[in-house]
């Protein structure tokens, strides 16, 4: 059985940062694509952040390229999602996902496994 544990959410001023973990559990990294996603209060859930096979670079949306930085430990099965300089629309529930596959994507639709997310609030 898969399981994805996401913890490092809180609340944070703007410019503040956070370090988001996911624990995983039954699936080794090293296999399979992982990506963080996030969703605000009426809002459609969103790509945030994928890394995929050993030696792929990790794929981020623009809004979070240069301030994200997704990464994983594969020793501890756990994915990390640094975020700095961090912006009140950075504000949602944060979710980790495992992919089928080892090819990074943004398609909610190529995760099969997901967590339970983790809160960020961000205030201004």
């Known amino acids: 059985q898969v399981q994805l544990v996401e913890s490092g959410g809180g609340l944070v001023q703007s410019g503040g940062s956070l370090r988001l973990s996911c624990v995983t559990s039954g699936r080794t990294l090293n296999y399979h694509a992982m990506g963080w996603f996030r969703q605000a209060p009426g809002k459609e859930r969103e790509f945030v952040a994928a890394?995929?096979?050993?030696?792929?670079?990790?794929y981020y949306a623009e809004s979070v390229k240069s301030r994200f930085a997704i990464s994983r430990d594969f020793a501890k099965n756990t994915l990390y999602l640094q975020m700095n300089n961090l912006k009140p629309e950075d504000t949602a529930v944060y979710y980790c996902?495992?992919?089928?596959?080892?090819?990074?994507?943004?398609?909610?639709?190529?995760?099969?496994?997901w967590g339970q997310g983790t809160q960020v609030t961000v205030s201004s």
């Open positions: 890394i995929g096979w050993i030696g792929t670079r990790p």
């Open positions: 996902a495992s992919g089928s596959g080892g090819v990074v994507s943004s398609s909610a639709g190529a995760y099969d496994y």
